[in-house]
């Protein structure tokens, strides 16, 4: 492979359609494809393995074939095999790997919603006052709920898309969303509304891309149901923005929110209600319309670059 040449890691059982809007950035920068590996080789109990070679760079073996580059774009693995991806994380650094996918414990902290929630509590970043919960009895979650103001949203500490997200104001709902909880087998946190709503009643939040310091890509949603997630395969409407159309503060709180981190690219989750608070933020954020130009192409390029 030439010194340009570039593997493209992902979970190939993901049907979100991320890797495909990087391969044709690669192609875009490199004029070649990029060679494109199952990451599910990777993680723990699979049969790929990660050497360095002896010309300071990266060889990747996996299902029959060996692989020799410098830099490996790491991308659409889901939350909840990210820790099983974590010893290759550690394996692409330490063989000099060029590639923004190795730093497992900001991967970690972003995934995993309580870890976010105190990070932000020790950096300053402003957030809905929230409890994180592990199958606590029923009379434990009510205390939580009381004391936040019994208008709260539930999500799992683990998840995506906004599954298994309720929007939670009566103790029989959160009776209900424990119980949720509790047959997952999952842990789980309650955020005090931040009743981030339009003049007409619909519910809008804000998505802002970060990449090394900088806002790439800004999209506004606008849920209709006040009770779902403002995510976009909940029903909710998107809308492309310029930078200088976010709310004031919003640019430079979603930049902290990826600092805080450790982030080189995030998808941070906000709104200007409240004071302007960070909802959570995301590891590898989705692709949507214009994303190729705004997020693809120049993260792809800081490989290249590196």
């Known amino acids: 492979m030439g010194r340009r040449d570039l593997v493209l890691l992902t979970d190939h059982s993901s049907t979100e359609g ?4 990087l391969a044709a950035a ?9 060679v494109q590996l199952d990451a599910r080789h990777f993680m723990t109990g699979g049969s790929g393995r990660i050497e360095a070679d002896d010309g300071g760079r990266v060889r990747l073996l996996a299902d029959g074939r060996a692989v020799t580059a410098d830099a490996v774009v790491v991308y659409e693995i889901p939350p909840h095999r990210r820790r099983a991806f974590e010893d290759s ?8 790997a060029r590639s923004l996918g190795t730093d497992a414990e900001a991967w970690r902290a972003a995934t995993e919603k309580d870890a976010t929630v105190a990070r932000f509590h020790r950096d300053g970043v402003p957030q809905m006052p929230s409890v994180a919960l592990s199958r606590p009895s029923l009379q434990a979650a009510a205390g939580a709920f009381e004391r936040l103001g019994g208008d709260v949203w539930a999500r799992p500490c683990v998840g995506m ?28 946190l309650i955020a005090r509304d931040a009743r981030n709503f339009l003049p007409d009643g619909r519910r ?10 900088r806002v790439v890509r800004a999209v506004e949603h606008v849920q209709a149901d006040p009770d779902a997630p403002c995510n976009e395969c909940r029903g909710a409407v998107s809308t492309l923005l310029d930078e200088h159309e976010l709310p004031d503060g919003l640019a430079e709180l979603a930049i902290s929110a990826a600092a805080s981190l450790g982030l080189d690219l995030a998808g941070v989750d906000l709104a200007a209600e409240s004071g302007g608070v960070v909802f959570e933020v995301n590891v590898h954020p989705a692709f949507g319309r214009g994303a190729l130009e705004q997020v693809a192409l120049p993260y792809v390029a800081a490989h290249l670059d590196g």
Do not use: N
């Not at 991320?18 to 809007?21: E, L």
């Not at 690669?26 to 990029?34: H, Y």
């Open 26 to 34: 690669a192609r875009t920068l490199t004029g070649r494809e990029p």
């Open 161 to 188: 898309g906004g599954e298994d997200v309720f929007h939670v104001t009566t103790h029989a709902q959160l009776a209900a969303a424990a119980g949720h909880y509790a047959r997952a087998g999952a842990d789980w």
């Open 89 to 96: 994380q550690l394996m692409l650094r330490k063989c000099g």
């Open 204 to 213: 809008h939040q804000y998505r802002v891309v970060v990449l090394h310091g």
């Open 18 to 21: 991320s890797r495909t809007v």
